[in-house]
């Protein structure tokens, strides 16, 4: 079984950049989407970005579109965040996940469709 582990997260001012990362366990996130979701005090887990296996295929929400980037390396088994022009509103728990379907070309943004989570890490965004 796959399991996710983030870091990266800290405090950071508004304006300034942030880069995340996903350390898999298991050679089965190599054929994974892998997505990023994200969690503020009193809302709703929100999408983020997601990326296919292969990196060919990648999604952001409209919210963070030109600012965050998704990627990966599979060689190191490790998924990546780069959060950059973050404003206060960005602040939340960061959750990456993995969709255990192997080889799926839809980098889908629906929670519901990834079956593994890690523990999150928080990004605090000063004003």
């Known amino acids: 079984q796959v399991q996710l582990v983030e870091s990266g997260g800290g405090l950071v001012q508004a304006g300034g950049s942030l880069r995340l990362s996903c350390a898999a366990s298991g050679r089965i996130f190599r054929a994974s989407v892998m997505g990023w979701f994200r969690q503020a005090p009193g809302k709703e887990r929100e999408f983020v970005a997601a990326?296919?296996?292969?990196?060919?295929?990648?999604y952001s929400a409209d919210a963070m579109k030109g600012r965050f980037t998704i990627s990966r390396d599979n060689a190191k088994n490790t998924g990546y965040l780069q959060m950059n022009s973050l404003k206060p509103e960005d602040t939340a728990v960061y959750y990456c996940?993995?969709?255990?379907?192997?080889?799926?070309?839809?980098?889908?943004?629906?929670?519901?469709?990834?079956?593994?989570w890690g523990q999150g890490t928080q990004v605090t965004v000063s004003s």
């Open positions: 996940a993995a969709d255990s379907t192997p080889y799926s070309s839809y980098a889908h943004p629906e929670a519901s469709e990834y079956n593994i």
């Open positions: 990326i296919t296996w292969s990196g060919g295929s990648r």
